[in-house]
C-alpha cells in the first residue's frame, strides 16, 4: 500500500519537477506525517482510499493534478488537540507546491480545498466538493471498513475519555444525519450515500 501510495507521488510530482532529490525529500516528509504513531485512521490507508476513489472519478489532467496535491496534503498535520490541523496543513502545501514549481494560482486552489475540510459545507468549486466527498467516502463504505474507521479514530482521540468523547462523537454522527444529503457530488450521493447513512445511524445507535 506504501509503494503504491509513493508511486502515485513521484508520478505527480514528476509532471512538474525532474529533481528526483526534491521529490524524495517531500515524500519523506509526507511518509513521516502519515504514518506518526497516533495516526490510526489519518494515515497512508486513509491517503491510498482517497486516492483509488480519485482514480475512479478522473476528472481533465490538470485540474485532476490539483485534487491530487490536495489530497496528500489535506492531513499532513493532524493533531487531536488542535483545532488549526486544516490551516497549518495548507501552509504547508503551499510551501512546498512552490517549490515543484505549481503556479500561484493552482497553489491558492489547493490551500482553499484544503482549508474547505474543516467545515465540510458545499462549495461553488466541484473540485472542492469532489475532495470532500473523497475524504468522507469511508463513512459509505462496507460495515467491516467502517468499523476500523471508527475505532481508528477513538484511538486518535485516546486522550479523551469516554465521557467526554462519546457525547463528542454523537454530535458529529447526528451532524452528518441531519443535512440534506453528506455528499456534494451527485455521483457520490448515488453510490455511498445510502450505506452512510446506514453506518452512521447504526454506529449512533451502539453509542
Known amino acids: ?10 508520478a505527480l510530482c514528476r509532471r512538474y519537477s525532474s529533481d528526483e532529490e526534491l521529490i524524495r525529500q517531500l515524500w519523506d516528509e509526507l511518509e513521516k506525517g502519515y504514518t506518526a504513531k497516533d495516526r490510526h485512521y489519518h494515515n497512508l490507508a486513509h491517503i491510498a482510499y482517497m486516492l483509488e476513489l480519485a482514480d475512479r472519478y478522473k476528472q481533465e489532467p490538470q485540474q485532476q493534478d490539483l485534487l491530487l496535491f490536495a489530497i496528500f496534503y489535506h492531513d499532513i498535520v493532524y493533531k487531536a488537540t488542535r483545532s488549526d490541523n486544516e490551516e ?25 480545498m484544503i482549508i474547505a475540510t474543516k467545515a465540510h459545507q458545499t462549495n461553488a468549486d466541484y473540485q472542492t466538493n469532489l ?10 463504505a462496507d460495515q467491516e471498513r467502517y468499523d476500523r474507521y471508527s475505532e481508528g479514530v477513538r484511538k486518535e482521540y485516546s486522550i479523551y475519555p469516554d465521557l467526554i468523547y462519546k457525547p ?17 457530488t451527485p455521483a457520490f450521493q448515488e453510490a455511498f450515500e445510502e450505506k452512510a447513512r446506514a453506518n452512521l445511524q447504526r454506529e449512533l445507535k451502539e453509542s
Not at 168 to 184: D, N, S, T
Open 168 to 184: 463528542g462523537r454523537r454530535k458529529v454522527l447526528q451532524h452528518f444525519l441531519a443535512q440534506p444529503h453528506i455528499y456534494k
Open 88 to 112: 497549518q496543513s495548507a501552509v504547508i502545501a503551499a510551501q512546498r507546491l512552490h517549490l515543484l514549481g505549481i503556479p500561484e494560482a493552482d497553489i491558492l486552489h489547493v490551500k482553499e
Open 1 to 10: 500500500m506504501k509503494d503504491l501510495v509513493k508511486s502515485a507521488w513521484e
Open 131 to 140: 475532495l470532500l466527498d473523497l475524504d468522507l467516502a469511508i463513512l459509505g
